[in-house]
T-cell receptor
Framework: GENVEQHPSTLSVQEGDSAVIKCTYS??????FPWYKQELGKRPQLIID?????GEKKDQRIAVTLNKTAKHFSLHITETQPEDSAVYFC????????????FGKGTTLSVSS | IAGITQAPTSQILAAGRRMTLRCTQD?????MYWYRQDLGLGLRLIHY???????GKGEVPDGYSVSRANTDDFPLTLASAVPSQTSVYFC?????????????FGPGTRLLVL
């Protein structure tokens, strides 16, 4: 089955710096890659996703890149702000309703001002 | 519109007791899921349902059962709780439309089994 590895497990940056979180997946049939942000005590919230027919997607300060050949995808946050502090999860699936999202173990991002 | 709701918010349960976690969505999504979240392990799928009347096993189904009598509700039952089932449980749902892969999560239920 699918296996998703996420690195780093913790990341500390200064406000205004960029943050990059990387994930690799094992199943070449996976074609949907969402990123979730989870604040303490809250539910995971989708922040951006990418499908395998696209190499990069951007939404304001966040962007995701996908390398299907290498089976890895990354989250990039620019101009980080203290409110970006949270746990970020990557996931992969085969892109059909009823198909499980396989999650990475998460990255705790801390942005200090 | 409430989206996805879960009940209870939190619960302390004695080992061996039976417990049902409730999940309701008002978005008319066909697919629903139950995940458990444990520190350092991320979110893992317990059971899922593609549509009313059907269910399937996820990555960690042992000790749990589900039913899907209608589109809106997807209860998760622990028949005889054990301490290893202490976790935060999230219900999620997804549509059948163009963005059918996108899953939306409920607020979660914190369960402590003693």
């Amino acid at each position: 089955g699918e296996n998703v590895e996420q690195h780093p497990s913790t990341l500390s940056v200064q406000e205004g710096d960029s943050a990059v979180i990387k994930c690799t997946y094992s199943d070449s049939a996976s074609n949907y890659f969402p990123w979730y942000k989870q604040e303490l005590g809250k539910r995971p919230q989708l922040i951006i996703d990418i499908r395998s027919n696209v190499g990069e997607k951007k939404d304001q300060r966040i962007a995701v890149t996908l390398n299907k050949t290498a089976k890895h995808f990354s989250l990039h946050i620019t101009e980080t702000q203290p409110e970006d502090s949270a746990v970020y999860f990557c996931a992969a699936s085969k892109g059909q309703a009823g198909t499980a999202l396989i999650f990475g173990k998460g990255t705790t991002l801390s942005v200090s001002s | 519109i409430a989206g996805i709701t879960q009940a209870p918010t939190s619960q302390i349960l004695a080992a061996g007791r039976r417990m049902t976690l409730r999940c309701t969505q008002d978005m008319r999504h066909n697919a629903m899921y139950w995940y458990r979240q444990d520190l350092g392990l991320g979110l893992r799928l317990i059971h899922y349902s593609n549509t009313a009347g059907t269910t399937g096993k996820g990555e960690v189904p042992d000790g749990y059962s589900v039913s899907r009598a209608n589109t809106d509700d997807f209860p998760l039952t622990l028949a005889s709780a054990v301490p290893s089932q202490t976790s935060v449980y999230f219900c999620a749902s997804s549509d059948q439309g163009a963005h059918r892969e996108t899953q939306y999560f409920g607020p979660g239920t914190r369960l402590l089994v003693l």
